[in-house]
């Protein structure tokens, strides 16, 4: 389970089979034993694979918090200036929370891209 996958493959409310390209995806919410795919605003899809699970199948994306794990390529801006009140923000500006354990890690993974934020 550790290849990495550039496309996932889900139904859409017809029941037809679709294949989205990794790149499109803006980041995945964890629903207990399901994961939900984030396209933008408007679509989404359920996935029956866990958080975890789609984190090993896609090691590029970050994991910000216990149910979000986002596409770093979509990140437009970043405030991690206070342990309690950290945040990414994305493509769609949709902004999500980064939890204060995760904080260092992902103002490295930031510094290693070369990304700016404030902080």
């Known amino acids: 389970m550790n290849s990495t996958r550039t496309s996932i493959k889900v139904r859409d409310r017809r ?6 390209a990794a790149k499109q995806i803006l980041f995945f919410e964890g629903w207990s034993n399901y994961s939900r795919i984030i ?23 970050w994991r910000i918090s216990r149910s979000h794990l986002v596409n770093p390529e979509h990140i437009v801006q970043l405030d991690l200036h206070d342990m309690h009140n950290s945040w990414v923000e994305l493509s769609d500006e949709t902004r999500l929370s980064v939890s204060r354990r995760r ?10 891209m070369n990304l700016t934020y404030s902080g």
Request: charged share 20%.
């Open 15 to 20: 029941g037809r089979a679709i294949t989205i």
């Open 39 to 61: 396209l933008n605003k408007q679509s989404g899809f359920v996935s029956s694979y866990t958080l975890k699970e789609q984190q090993e199948y896609h090691p590029t994306f």
């Open 103 to 112: 904080v260092k890690s992902i103002a490295s993974l930031a510094k290693f």
